[in-house]
């Protein structure tokens, strides 16, 4: 992988780097205590330059410890500090070596039903309840000094999460219960998964990676569970094209899809194919729509298709295909996809056609084909819910690989990409996204990129990251509220020519 924050570690993991480097390495765990309270508030410090009084929630593990740490630095920084301690103590250890230290310059309050009142004239409130150990939702006076700090937070006050938000589940991303909504996350020697993906972007607000300046060496030999996609993979993985290029070098698409009512759908895919680069792109859909689709895209070439005998001619003339958007599920619709399922061509699948083919009786299991769901379709491929999919999409999108082979894009917040070699995280998008279409312009950017001869894992990933990247463009110029699919198909060119 490029570097070490582009390496994205389970709880345990992490655990193991921490004890590599306490163990192995010689550095002592208060000096790494240290380091992460140092790290956390200088980061602090550079985001709110104003910080005038500080209160820290200390739990009582090692993220306690650091809450203890940062309370002390922040003391001496001239801020007036509060520390509340909810739950147990610490009774040993480098946390209670860092809470005797603390009491030596300023004092400790236990959390209490009038706390939540202090937590209000903060300016800046640090979660050091709970780190990467938690597996529960929180509970008593910690949940209640959760709630608490929300509020405040609600009402303007800064948060400041030490290592994860507590509440938040490390591996997958997943809240059980109460969480902590912060608006920084200063995280301790490598990233955690459950940050980027799930519900872990909605709370973990900018995460911030401080490697504690462990050793390299601690790393040797732990494959990490996910790479972190980075935006300047788009200049490798889409080399400048050659000045004798033509049309035949970049590939045919041909898109499936267009049932009565849904033309829309498979004009975004079209448009997205175009603006990613395919050389060609024919679209298969219902004869009604056929001149429409023609009049409003005069670029791409419209076939109206009612018979199985029709779609495999051009199937024939295609180097990949892409089958679902607006696809519906009647009976047109079943003869598309039967005809498209039997194609020996690199296949994406997407919408409609994924739920088709949650209903056949067995897994279809193929190498060449991308399948694209969000999270309701997964649940419907995985025969579970799709509470079921998002409270460990990690592990939906392993199975989904394993279960129907060829690579699968899981999407949402922190989109995760599985081909048999390696599970990715695209970081990129933004809420605006959540809207009609945007599935649509994917599955054409997908196929587009399968066309120009990618390899099905990295054009996967590539189409994820230039999508996410468009619809971030669109957001920044205009804001996240009224973005639409469409303004994603616009802003492609400047993605797909890094």
Avoid at 397 to 404: I, K, N, P, S, V
Avoid at 470 to 489: H, K, M, Q, T
Wanted: charged share 20%; with cysteine; proline share 5%.
């Amino acid at each position: 992988m490029e570097n070490i924050a582009a390496r994205l570690y389970s709880a345990a993991q992490v655990r193991e780097l921490d004890r590599r480097a306490i163990e192995d390495c010689g550095v002592p765990g208060f000096t790494l205590m240290q380091r992460a309270a140092l790290a956390a508030w200088r980061t602090a410090r550079a985001r709110w330059p104003e910080l005038r009084a500080v209160t820290v929630l200390c739990g009582p593990g090692n993220n306690g410890g650091d809450g203890y740490e940062l309370a002390r630095l922040a003391i001496t920084d001239g801020c007036t500090v509060q520390v509340l301690e909810c739950e147990d103590l610490p009774r040993r250890g480098d946390a209670l070596t860092a809470r005797t230290a603390w009491l030596a310059v300023g004092g400790l309050q236990r959390w209490s039903a009038t706390s939540a009142e202090a937590l209000l004239v903060a300016d800046l409130i640090v979660d050091a309840l709970y780190g990467i150990g938690l597996s529960r939702a929180p509970e008593g006076e910690t949940a209640d000094a959760i709630v608490a700090a929300n509020a405040a937070h609600a009402n303007g006050v800064a948060v400041l999460a030490l290592d994860i938000p507590s509440g938040l589940i490390a591996d997958t991303g997943h809240v059980p219960g109460k969480v902590i909504n912060a608006d920084l996350t200063v995280t301790f020697i490598a990233q955690k998964i459950g940050l980027l993906t799930g519900q872990g972007p909605a709370f973990a607000g900018h995460v911030e990676l401080a490697t504690l300046d462990v050793p390299e060496r601690v790393h040797d030999g732990l494959i990490p569970i996910a790479e972190r996609i980075d935006a300047s993979y788009l200049r490798r993985w889409l080399p400048r094209r050659s000045r004798t290029g033509h049309k035949g070098d970049h590939g045919h698409v041909l898109l499936i899809g267009g049932d009565h009512g849904m033309l829309g759908a498979i004009l975004l895919a079209g448009r997205a194919a175009l603006r990613a680069g395919a050389g060609l792109v024919t679209i298969a859909t219902r004869a009604a729509h056929a001149p429409l689709l023609a009049a409003a895209q005069p670029d791409l070439m419209v076939r109206g298709i009612e018979s199985p005998e029709a779609l495999a001619t051009l199937i024939a003339r295609a180097d990949v295909i892409a089958v679902g958007p607006g696809l519906g599920t009647d009976d047109w619709s079943r003869v598309m996809f039967d005809v498209a399922m039997a194609a020996a061509l690199p296949t994406v699948v997407d919408a409609d056609a994924l739920n088709l083919l949650a209903q056949q009786a067995s897994p279809h299991r193929r190498d060449d084909w991308l399948l694209t769901p969000h999270p309701g379709e997964a649940g419907r491929l995985l025969g579970c819910s799709t509470a079921a999919v998002q409270q460990d999409r990690i592990a939906a999108a392993q199975t989904l690989q394993t279960r129907y082979g060829g690579a699968v894009v899981l999407k949402g917040a922190g989109s995760l990409i599985a081909d048999d070699e390696v599970l990715r995280l695209c970081p990129y998008g933004n809420p605006g996204m959540g809207v009609g279409g945007m599935g649509d312009v994917l599955t054409g950017i997908s196929a587009a990129f399968l066309a120009q001869g990618l390899p099905l894992g990295i054009a996967a990933a590539a189409a994820v990251t230039a999508h996410a990247g468009a619809g971030d463009a669109v957001a920044i110029a205009g804001g996240e509220r009224g973005l639409i699919a469409s303004d994603v198909v616009d802003a492609l060119r400047a993605q797909v020519n890094p």
